[in-house]
């Protein structure tokens, strides 16, 4: 097996890296300020938008995309260490990539998807990054880890009009609070009562605008409102009509786009934790040579350098089934590689927690503070056990697969 980078790859992450170096980490603390001088917390910090500007100058812009009519054409397996690169710095290095969720997978649903009039509206300001979108599938009313149970409905107009009439709640809508947010994909059903439950649903685009949306409130991620992202919304669809030609592939398509668009999704969500994973023992290493307790430097404390050691075990561990993951996407196809897709979103996320936890625990009091990135991170990465997918959902059907052989 061939471990190393290829000649693209590299050059990239040169080029990132030096990136990050020369304008993003010196941005954070700048984002911070500029933030809180804000007439709305939810606009980018004049800092981000100059980051964006800076990234796309450089050629680092739309990395994430493997179609290089719309991207840079990468691979899975050539965009996994730029995604964990910029994961160090999550609130701010996706967003001036134009390589942040939800807008990524939007994109993606778009580009596989989307009809030609569809591409040139919503998909072609997207790769510019001049407006922001959002995905509303999760539903406070149901068990929205199994898809099958949305109760959004999203119907013909019985009035005679080419329309389909949407009514249902949603929430936990990453990026609906942005004020450039505009454009939602909406998944409900348009044939509830079909036989095959995973025909039922379909996906349509929902201009923010439209008459009946309502952006009901902002929803918090243990306190967190998650600004740069664009934050989360609980929505309303109170009869909003929109044509039918807003209708994403097929009716009864939007189970398996949205299996589609979560393949990715996943990954690159373990990509970016392997980042912060790695930005938290780089933390954890700096406190530790320059803090001493009872007597000694924290570097020379026994618990304190098994936590290190730990760490850099499991986050290895992790690049090398998220590389391999990104390898089987490459070469057998998002459904070849479900298994091990479905294995790094049950390891990644918990991990990392685990590692973040340990960095909080050695900064004390300012691990918990704002004056370090660890609770946002641990927050952030706590939040991955549910997003895309419970660990629960994950474990019962990698055990179904894995039981299958012996039944």
């Not at 790769?127 to 922001?132: C, Q, S």
């Not at 991170?377 to 959902?393: C, I, K, N």
Request: proline fraction near 5%; hydrophobic fraction near 40%; charge should be negative.
């Amino acid at each position: 097996m061939d471990f190393a980078f290829d000649a693209r790859t590299e050059e990239l992450r040169a080029r990132l890296l030096a990136f990050m170096d020369e304008y993003v980490y010196p941005a954070e603390q700048v984002a911070h300020e500029q933030r809180a001088r804000l007439a709305s917390p939810w606009e980018n910090p004049p800092v981000v938008e100059e980051l964006k500007a800076e990234a796309r100058r450089q050629g680092l812009w739309n990395l994430f995309l493997p179609d290089a009519e719309y991207g840079a054409g990468l691979t899975n397996l050539q965009y996994a260490p730029l995604a964990e690169i910029t994961g160090r710095s999550p609130q701010l290095a996706p967003t001036a990539t134009n390589c942040a969720a939800p807008d990524t997978g939007n994109m993606e649903v778009l580009a596989q998807f989307g009809d030609e009039r569809q591409k040139k509206q919503w998909l072609q300001p997207l790769l510019a990054g001049e407006i922001r979108s959002a995905f509303a599938m999760t539903e406070p009313e149901v068990a929205s880890s199994d898809a099958t149970n949305i109760t959004t409905h999203i119907e013909r107009a019985s009035d005679g009009t080419d329309e389909y009439v949407i009514t249902g709640r949603k929430w936990y809508i990453s990026g609906a609070m942005h004020p450039d947010c505009q454009i939602f994909i909406v998944m409900g059903k348009t044939d509830p009562d079909g036989p095959d439950i995973r025909r039922q649903q379909s996906m349509v685009l929902v201009p923010r605008d439209t008459p009946g949306v309502t952006v009901e409130r902002a929803m918090q991620v243990f306190g967190y409102e998650d600004h740069y992202h664009g934050g989360h919304a609980e929505v309303v669809f109170d009869h909003a009509r929109v044509p039918v030609s807003n209708l994403i592939g097929e009716e009864g398509g939007g189970f398996a786009i949205a299996q589609a668009r979560l393949g990715p999704g996943r990954i690159h969500h373990c990509m970016r934790l392997i980042g912060m994973a790695e930005r938290a023992i780089e933390l954890m290493c700096r406190r530790a040579v320059s803090r001493t307790a009872f007597g000694k430097a924290l570097a020379q404390q026994g618990v304190v350098q098994n936590w290190i050691a730990d760490a850099r075990v499991q986050v290895e561990q992790l690049r090398l089934l998220v590389l391999k993951t990104a390898w089987l996407m490459d070469t057998v196809g998002n459904k070849g590689a479900h298994t091990e897709i479905q294995a790094i979103k049950i390891a990644t996320p918990r991990t990392v927690v685990g590692i973040l936890d340990r960095a909080i625990q050695l900064h004390g009091a300012g691990g918990v503070s704002q004056d370090f990135p660890l609770a946002e991170l641990y927050a952030g990465a706590r939040t991955l056990m549910l997003a895309d997918g419970p660990d629960e959902v994950h474990q019962r059907s990698l055990a179904r697969r894995e039981l299958k052989k012996y039944l």
